[in-house]
């Protein structure tokens, strides 16, 4: 069975640093491509990036880009996510989500339950 | 950079059927899918290229697409089915992973 499972949310001041994981079992990990996904609070959900299964390819949402970085350890069948300069628009749950299919085609086919990140003074 | 407006509300008695609307110009030349979010809990694909639907996914979910508008059919509506709503495809001019603005159904 797949399992996705975050951690590392958590209260934050404007301006300040949070470094989100993703624990991945149950698939071969370093086959997939895999992705951040937010939703603010009664929100949507908005993507946040993107990493190639290599880590060769990765792409950020403009909202995010320069500011938030994303890798992997494929030995370690794990995702993160660097958020560095934290607004208060960037609170929100954090979803590690796995594609399956091609990179312009495929689906956000497993989801992890995600970690909340309040950033507020 | 690409869009996709879904109606931000629908209302459905038991029994009927459900159609929720996703709007994006020139849709049908791209791959839909399309995932469910009941309250407090991670969205779930319940549909993907347009049509296809996952296993465990039941026979009552069906998609469509025509023109501008991908289109998620639910027939004999249940309580189960109340949740929020979401199309999804890929824009390749941004290539950035884009949402739909979600339609929450209710079940009268």
């Known amino acids: 069975e797949v399992q996705l499972l975050e951690s590392g949310g958590g209260l934050v001041k404007p301006g300040g640093s949070l470094r989100l994981s993703c624990a991945a079992s149950g698939f071969t990990f370093s086959g997939y491509n895999m992705n951040w996904v937010r939703q603010a609070p009664g929100k949507g959900l908005e993507w946040v990036s993107s990493i190639s299964s290599s880590s060769n390819y990765i792409s950020y949402a403009n909202s995010v880009r320069g500011r938030f970085t994303t890798s992997r350890h494929n030995t370690w069948n794990s995702l993160y996510l660097q958020m560095d300069s934290l607004r208060v628009e960037d609170t929100a749950v954090y979803y590690c989500?796995?594609?399956?299919?091609?990179?312009?085609?495929?689906?956000?086919?497993?989801w992890g339950p995600g970690t909340l990140v309040t950033v507020s003074s | 950079s690409y869009a996709l407006t879904q109606p931000p509300s629908l209302s459905v008695a038991p029994g009927q059927t459900a159609r929720i609307t996703c709007v994006g110009n020139n849709i049908g030349s791209r791959s839909v899918h399309w995932y469910q979010q009941r309250p407090g809990q991670a969205p779930v694909v319940v549909m993907y290229y347009d049509s296809d639907r996952p296993s465990g996914i039941l026979e009552r979910f069906s998609g469509s697409i025509s023109g501008n508008t991908a289109t998620l059919i639910i027939s004999g509506v249940e309580a189960g089915d109340e949740a929020a709503y979401y199309c999804?495809?890929?824009?390749?001019?941004?290539?950035?992973?884009?949402f739909g603005t979600g339609t929450k159904v209710t079940v009268l």
């Open positions: 999804q495809v890929w824009d390749s001019s941004s290539d950035h992973y884009v």
């Open positions: 989500v796995r594609r399956f299919g091609d990179y312009d085609s495929g689906r956000f086919d497993n």
